[in-house]
């Protein structure tokens, strides 16, 4: 049994149009006795994601072994997915992953809503300096991630994903945006060939 745990992006939620896509996957083509998915909602504020998110896991391999798990990341959640997996030793897919966020989130400071959860927030000031000091301890398992880039991707510039995880497994896929809208569903099957591997 691979256990999966997709870490939505930023003001997104376990809900999210690529989660919900991976579970009806697993059930629609009965992979219920080789995975299982779950898609933890965490706040909005990077500090506090990163603290909720520390702690979630610390549990989570207190019950499975590190061999046993792939997280898979999109943007936002890429970058904490990096964290997670260098944190634990774990696999890790990557999706559109946010590279160096605090070059982003400068120009988001102020306040906040998260349409998918409902949640009103601030981003603040001293948040960014929390990014910049997690930005600066990432390290990156080549043997352990693999990471899908989309070549118009509207939101991140991929070139910096390019550069942190050059030696990975990296799939580019041609005319692919931001959120995978044009077929994600193409990318399933290589995304659990990978976290079952």
């Known amino acids: ?4 745990f997709y870490i939505h992006g930023f003001l997104s939620g376990p ?10 996957y697993l059930k629609e083509h009965n992979l219920g006795a080789s995975f299982d998915m779950h898609s933890p909602d965490y706040p909005d504020p990077p500090e506090e994601a990163y603290n909720y998110l520390c702690g979630y ?6 019950e499975y072994k590190s061999d046993e798990v792939c997280l898979i990341g999109s943007s936002m959640g890429g970058f904490f997915s990096t964290l997670m997996a260098q944190r634990h030793g774990c696999k890790a897919v990557l999706l559109n992953p946010c590279v160096h966020p605090q070059n982003y989130f400068k120009a988001l400071i102020g306040p906040q809503f998260n349409s998918s959860t409902n949640r009103n927030f601030e981003l603040k000031s001293e948040m960014i300096d929390v990014l910049k000091s997690l930005d600066a301890s990432v390290k990156v398992d080549p043997k352990k991630t693999y990471v899908i880039i989309g070549d118009q991707d509207e939101v991140l510039d991929y070139s910096f994903a390019l550069e942190l995880y050059k030696d990975c497994q990296i ?3 041609k ?3 931001h959120a995978f809208t044009h077929d994600f569903a193409s990318l399933i099957k290589p995304i659990l060939d990978y976290a079952a591997s």
């Open 57 to 62: 896991f610390d549990r989570v391999f207190e």
């Open 171 to 173: 799939d580019i896929i």
């Open 175 to 177: 005319g692919e945006d």
């Open 1 to 4: 049994m691979t256990h999966l």
């Open 15 to 24: 809900n999210a149009v690529k989660a919900t896509m991976l579970k009806e």
